[in-house]
């Protein structure tokens, strides 16, 4: 088929526009962020809690962090109408995972050595802040990456 | 690098911005796309029919607090067509303007 320049023009700014405005539905909702940093912050609090048998507590930790997090995912999905995809956005989601994975590991190696004490709050706050930032920072590039097209 | 396709399927306006609109997401509710797209609940389905026909878009429909709820996902086959639609589109808009391919 022969297609006009104009109207293959026409049709790349149409997608375009239309890529953008779903990154602009799926980063929607400003209280994602600190929702996820706070419940996040759950997972280095449950594997100290876990290395240090404190069984009641750490199961208490878990179903709270667990509830947030499908109350959060639930919510989310009943507000936007949409779930973003990780496709392309890979740097910033091994990041995430870092961070998801390194604090709870420190803070078991830590909770182990030393036990549990003030430390704890402290790792606790910086995943919170951290994946929170992180999360911001995700839905800015992605917002980015469709407006410059 | 995707290689450029034209597709006759995708071209259509309406599911041009379907599918611009899915690129990005797992998946949307349906009335998210009807209303994005400004059409009624009989053309969206009649062009995500074509889409799913062409095995290029999934409807799934599920049960939430007694309300039937559908969502649309492009496939994998939907994600590579419509990657090569537009970079077949960008090589025509690139070919009337040199330069800018």
Redesign the interface.
Same mark, same amino acid.
């Given at each position: 088929?022969e297609?006009d320049?104009l109207d293959?023009?026409a /049709?790349?700014d149409?997608?375009?526009?239309?890529?953008l405005?779903?990154?602009q539905? /799926?980063t929607s909702t400003p209280w994602y962020a600190p929702w996820y940093g706070i419940t996040c912050a759950g997972f280095p609090v449950m594997f100290a809690l876990l290395a240090t048998d404190k069984m009641a507590l750490e199961t208490a930790v878990t179903m709270a962090t667990i509830a947030s997090l499908l109350a959060l995912m639930f919510t989310y999905e009943h507000v936007?109408?949409?779930?973003?995809?990780i496709?392309?956005n890979r740097r910033h989601v091994a990041g995430i995972l870092a961070v998801l994975i390194g604090a709870p590991t420190l803070s078991c190696l830590v909770a182990s050595a030393y036990g549990v004490s003030w430390w704890l709050l402290a790792v606790a706050v910086v995943t919170a802040i951290l994946l929170a930032l992180m999360s911001r920072s995700y839905d800015a590039a992605?917002v980015r990456k469709?407006a410059a097209r | 690098m995707t290689a450029p396709a034209f597709d006759e399927i995708i071209h259509n306006p309406v599911r041009l911005r379907a599918c611009a609109m899915l690129a990005g997401l797992d998946f949307a509710a349906f009335p998210v796309l009807r209303d994005e797209l400004g059409v009624s609940d009989s053309v969206l389905s009649k062009h995500l029919a074509t889409l799913e026909a062409a095995g290029y878009a999934k409807l799934t429909k599920a049960t939430s607090g007694g309300r039937l709820r559908t969502s649309v996902s492009l496939t994998a086959t939907g994600r590579k067509a419509y990657a090569a639609h537009v970079a077949a589109l960008r090589s025509i808009v690139g070919a009337a303007t040199p330069g800018l391919a």
């Open positions: 088929m297609t320049p293959a023009q /049709a790349v149409a997608a375009a526009a239309a890529e405005r779903s990154a539905i /799926a936007t109408g949409v779930w973003p995809s496709r392309g992605l469709h | -």
